[in-house]
């Protein structure tokens, strides 16, 4: 069931998309409401499942360098069952950012990270290659990122 977001959970959501980290005082100075009232609905967000989960972004090139990969999936056959197998045996590693169930051409596309080539080399023959659910995969690498954002429009 979809919750229903008066303005002042716009104001409150739009700005810890933000910054989670933001202190309910430093909310309260931009939304019209009490540190504790927003607190509350806060809680209710969490409890609510409308926040799903509170995260610190990594900017790869911080840690190392790392290359980005977009795979594009075509699955041999479509049976639901196949499809959720496959999509679960993605969503299990850690190198795969997002994973989604498209349609068109394709049947699965993720985004992934890899400390390199060998390592996004192993992976493909390993998982996505050598699955046998698989008929056949195109990877594009990431030249540069433009725009990155976990943020949806409230």
Do not use: W
């Not at 409890?47 to 594009?72: F, L, N, T, W």
């Not at 056959?77 to 679960?88: G, Y």
């Amino acid at each position: 069931m979809a919750y229903e977001l008066d303005r002042l959970d716009v104001q409150i959501l739009s700005a810890l998309q933000v910054n989670n980290q933001a202190t309910a005082q430093a909310l309260a100075d931009r939304v019209p409401l009490s540190p504790s009232a927003i607190l509350r609905r806060i809680r209710q967000y969490r409890d609510g499942g409308v926040i799903a989960a509170d995260v610190s972004i990594i900017e790869p090139g911080q840690v190392g360098e790392r290359i980005s990969v977009i795979m594009m999936v075509q699955l041999e056959r479509h049976s639901p069952a196949t499809v959720a197998e496959f999509r679960a045996h993605l969503c299990r590693s850690p190198h795969v950012q997002v994973c989604l169930e498209i349609s068109g051409a394709y049947d699965i596309t993720c985004i992934a990270v890899f400390r390199g080539m060998e390592e996004f080399n192993d992976f493909a023959d390993a998982n996505i290659a050598g699955h046998p659910a698989v008929r056949r995969y195109e990877a594009s690498f990431v030249k540069r990122r433009a725009k990155f954002t976990t943020a949806i429009p409230l």
